[in-house]
C-alpha cells in the first residue's frame, strides 16, 4: 500500500468554506475553494446560512476539482472528509456528501480532524514548502482556534498550551470590527499594518501561563481606546487607522512569538512550524523568518493557499491515513468539537 499510486478526493466543510481537492501522492492537482459571501453582511459566520450555502456549493465545487485534476471520479481511490471540529450543520453537509459518495463508488472513507489538517498541511509536496522533520512545534493559529502542540508523528501529537477565550484570529476580527472594517478583518488588518507605525499605540499582552493565550482582554482595550480617543477626536480612528493596526497587530505578533519561544525553551525542540489562518499574516511570517536568524530555529510556513480553510490539507490527511489503513465506517459522526 505504500507505494500505491492513489488519488484522493479531500472534502472541507467546516466552517464557512465549501472546498475540494484532489490529491495524488501527496501532489496537489486541483485545489477548489468556494467562499461564502454571505456572512459579510452579518459581521460574522451565520451557522444556519453556512449549512445551506454548504449545500448549494459541495456539487460543483467537487466537479470542478475532479475537472481541474483532469480525472475521472471513478479514479478517485478514498474520499476524506473534514470530521470536526467545527459548525455542526456545515459538517454534516460534507459527512452526509462524502459518505454517500463513497457508497456509491464503492471506495474507503476516510474522517479527519481539521487541526490535525492544519498541522499536516506542511507535508503537502510542493516546490515552494519543506517539510518539518520530527518532533516539531506547531502553533495553529486560526479563527476558531490558538493551540500550541508538539507533534512526534502524523497522528501523535499532544497539545502543550491553547487559548483560554478568543481564538488569535477572533482577536484581529473583532479588534477590526471595532475599527470598522469589513469582516472578516485580519488580512485588512494586515494591510494597513504594513502602511504604519506599530509603536505609536502599544496595547498590553495578557499574562497567563507560559504555554497558554489570552485574548479577550485585547479587543476590550482597543474598545476602550477607541471609546476614549474618539471623545476627544471623533475623526481618531480615520485619522490613526494604520498606526493603529500597527499597533495591535505587533502587539499580537510579539504575544505569539513569547508564547513560541517559552514551547522551545520547555521542550528543547527548535522546529518551529505554523499553520491555520493567522499563518498568512505578514507580521507573524516576518518575525519567524528573523528568529531563523537570531535564534538559530529552523521555521516552517506553509503557502498561502493551504494556510486558510482549504480541501488539499484534508485530502493530505486522507492519504497518510490510507496508507496506513485508518479507515472509517459509514456510521462515523461529525463532531463540533474534537480532540487529536
Ligand atoms: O483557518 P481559517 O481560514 O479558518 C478557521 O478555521 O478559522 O482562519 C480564518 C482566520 C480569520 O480570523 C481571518 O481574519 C484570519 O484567519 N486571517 C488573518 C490573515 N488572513 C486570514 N489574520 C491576520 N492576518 C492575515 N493576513
Ligand atoms: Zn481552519
Redesign the pocket.
Known amino acids: 500500500m505504500k507505494d500505491q499510486n492513489i488519488y484522493i478526493l479531500g472534502i472541507e466543510s467546516?466552517?464557512d468554506?465549501t472546498a475540494a481537492s484532489v490529491i495524488n501522492n501527496g501532489v496537489v492537482l486541483s485545489n477548489v475553494v468556494a467562499t461564502q459571501k454571505i456572512h459579510e453582511a452579518y459581521g460574522g459566520v451565520v451557522p444556519e446560512l453556512a449549512s445551506r450555502a454548504h449545500q448549494q456549493n459541495i456539487v460543483p465545487v467537487v466537479h470542478e476539482a475532479l475537472r481541474q485534476a483532469n480525472i475521472d471520479k471513478k479514479a478517485v481511490s478514498a474520499i476524506a472528509f473534514t470530521q470536526g471540529p467545527g459548525l455542526m450543520g456545515s459538517l454534516l453537509v460534507g459527512a452526509s456528501f462524502s459518505k454517500s459518495f463513497a457508497m456509491g463508488m464503492g471506495i474507503p472513507l476516510l474522517a479527519v480532524n481539521?487541526m490535525q489538517a492544519?498541522i499536516l498541511a506542511h507535508f503537502i509536496k510542493d516546490e515552494e514548502q519543506k517539510a518539518p522533520g520530527f518532533p516539531f512545534i506547531a502553533l495553529t493559529i486560526?479563527?476558531?482556534?490558538t493551540q500550541l502542540v508538539k507533534v512526534k508523528n502524523y497522528f501523535d501529537m499532544e497539545i502543550i498550551g491553547e487559548t483560554l477565550d478568543d481564538?488569535v484570529?477572533?482577536a484581529?476580527?473583532k479588534s477590526a470590527k471595532i475599527l470598522g472594517l469589513p469582516y472578516?478583518?485580519?488580512?485588512m488588518?494586515?494591510k494597513l499594518a504594513q502602511q504604519g507605525d506599530p509603536s505609536r499605540f502599544p496595547f498590553p499582552k495578557p499574562k497567563v501561563g507560559p504555554l497558554e493565550f489570552s485574548f479577550s482582554g485585547l479587543k476590550t482595550a482597543v474598545l476602550y481606546f477607541v471609546e476614549k480617543e474618539t471623545k476627544a477626536n471623533p475623526n481618531f480612528v480615520e485619522e490613526n487607522l494604520n498606526d493603529i493596526c500597527a499597533g495591535i497587530q505587533s502587539t499580537i505578533v510579539e504575544y505569539l512569538m513569547d508564547k513560541l519561544k517559552n514551547a522551545v525553551k520547555i521542550t528543547g525542540i527548535n522546529e518551529v512550524a505554523i499553520g491555520?489562518?493567522?499563518s498568512?499574516?505578514?507580521g507573524i511570517r516576518t518575525a519567524l523568518r528573523e528568529a531563523e536568524q537570531s535564534l538559530g530555529w529552523k521555521t516552517y510556513i506553509p503557502k498561502f493557499e493551504y494556510?486558510?480553510?482549504n480541501a488539499a490539507m484534508i485530502a493530505m490527511v486522507g492519504e497518510l491515513k490510507y496508507r496506513t489503513q485508518q479507515f472509517a465506517e459509514t456510521d462515523v459522526i461529525s463532531m463540533a468539537r474534537m480532540k487529536f
Open positions: 467546516s466552517c468554506d481539521h492544519h486560526s479563527g476558531g482556534h481564538a484570529g477572533e484581529f476580527d472578516p478583518g485580519g488580512p488588518m494586515d491555520g489562518g493567522v498568512a499574516n505578514s494556510c486558510t480553510d
